[in-house]
């Protein structure tokens, strides 16, 4: 698994950490907005065991929880910006944008 940005993502990422400083995501696949990314300032949700690091989103953090993990391991995770709000408490949501995922399967 491998999780990229795209451009539209990387300039709200930028953004974001000019008005709030190091950001981390969670996918948690839960409440709210569902399988849809949440970023937050850095250390601002707590990561326990059942939650993996699986790569950097433009230089951040990006968590999965266990069990969605388990089952999209062998998905690349490219993380897109679109307009409107979801049902969050992400921090890209005062923006009128919110992050969500496209995927491809993992390339042999």
Do not use: N
């Not at 709000?85 to 995927?103: N, Y």
């Amino acid at each position: 698994m491998k999780v990229t940005a795209t451009p539209s993502c990387k300039a709200l990422i930028d953004l974001l950490k000019s008005k709030h400083g190091e950001l981390m995501f969670h996918q948690s696949g839960g409440c709210c907005d569902g399988s849809s990314p949440m970023c937050y300032p850095l250390g601002e949700f707590v990561v326990g065991g059942q939650d993996v690091l699986v790569g950097q989103l433009a230089g951040c953090p990006f968590y999965m929880g266990k069990a969605q993990y388990q089952l999209w391991q062998h998905t690349d995770l490219i993380i897109d910006v679109v307009d409107g709000r979801g049902a969050s408490f992400s921090l890209e949501i005062p923006e009128g944008k919110r992050f969500i995922v496209r995927s491809e399967v993992c390339k042999v």
